[in-house]
């Protein structure tokens, strides 16, 4: 295969990647940006939305789409509640101070991990994907008559990983129009921007946090569950997805949603590329490079603002 189509296959697989990251960055980012909180167990979160998604199929025992369609709805929404109830239950009572809630999440992650482990086991398991069909893809090319279509290398991609593609696109312009076009955002910008001001014109800001860091949750999870036909869920997966979540979160500007969004398709991008030709170690090197160079040049981020 030449450079061109290998080049065009290693894209194709960065963009779900990317896709998936820019789903659970933005989770991230929203806590932070409302509740200027970090949340070091979201990687968790993610894990236990991809746990609870093979729960669902293996005891719904039906075909793949509906065991699929059952998890995508029923995981979010249990990771949700289990976020919330544990705002409201841990950080409430630590009143969100920075320092402390950095030290309750680190040992969230691990009462998650754990129990997981513990119930789950240490194997990891497959989803079944709902669809798999294999598309296979064009390849122009500019020769002496002008740009030509060719098949001539069997290029071609799984319609799921289409679909993660297209599914993350539609949700991220639906997270889009809830912040800005409805109530339930105004409501969250407003805390976001003063939560003392917000609190004494009505707004119930603890209910508010406590939405927000579910939301956040649920997120990862949602990213897990369209994820995990491909990978398989596995009690320590949520490792790699928070770190990329911190690095697509601090290249983008911490709180900001257009830089994560910015910021998930850079990483994601170069990690898909830079695995493909290289190794999926140097595109870590890679990130994690990018990333000091950002606190170095650029502390609030490529959209980010200083506070």
Do not use: C
Not at 108 to 116: A, D, M, P
Not at 213 to 229: K, M, S, T
Not at 250 to 269: C, F, R
């Amino acid at each position: 295969m030449e450079f061109g189509p290998h080049l065009m296959l290693a894209s194709l697989e960065g963009a779900v990647i990317a896709a998936v990251l820019a789903l659970t960055a933005m989770g991230l980012s929203i806590v932070f940006g409302v509740m200027r909180v970090v949340n070091v167990a979201h990687g968790e979160f993610f894990m236990l939305g991809a746990v609870i998604a093979w729960t669902v199929a293996y005891s719904l025992g039906a075909h793949p789409a509906i065991g699929f369609l059952a998890a995508i709805i029923i995981a979010p929404l249990l990771v949700g509640i289990l976020a919330g109830a544990a705002d409201r239950i841990i950080l409430q009572k630590i009143n969100y101070d920075p320092d402390r809630t950095i030290v309750v999440t680190i040992g969230l992650l691990y009462i998650i991990q754990q129990t997981t482990l513990m119930t789950f086991g240490p194997d990891a398991r497959p989803v079944e994907p709902p669809f798999n069909q294999r598309l296979a893809l064009p390849w122009f090319e500019f020769g002496e008559s002008g740009f030509q279509l060719y098949w001539p290398w069997g290029l071609s991609i799984t319609s799921y990983k289409l679909f993660i593609i297209l599914a993350a696109i539609t949700l991220l312009i639906g997270l889009w129009l809830l912040m800005t076009r409805t109530r339930i955002g105004l409501v969250m910008r407003a805390t976001q921007q003063d939560s003392e001001m917000a609190g004494a014109f009505g707004v119930p800001v603890k209910s508010v946090y406590a939405w927000v860091f579910g939301l956040g949750a649920g997120l990862a999870a949602i990213g897990a569950v369209l994820i995990v036909p491909v990978q398989q869920a596995h009690y320590l997966m949520g490792n790699e997805p928070l770190l990329l979540s911190f690095i697509v979160v601090i290249i983008g500007g911490l709180g900001s949603l257009p830089g994560t969004v910015i910021a998930a398709l850079l990483i994601g991008m170069s990690d898909g590329i830079i695995s493909v030709f290289f190794s999926p170690t140097l595109a870590k090197i890679i990130a994690t490079l990018l990333v000091a160079m950002v606190l170095v040049f650029r502390p609030q981020g490529l959209m980010g603002k200083l506070q």
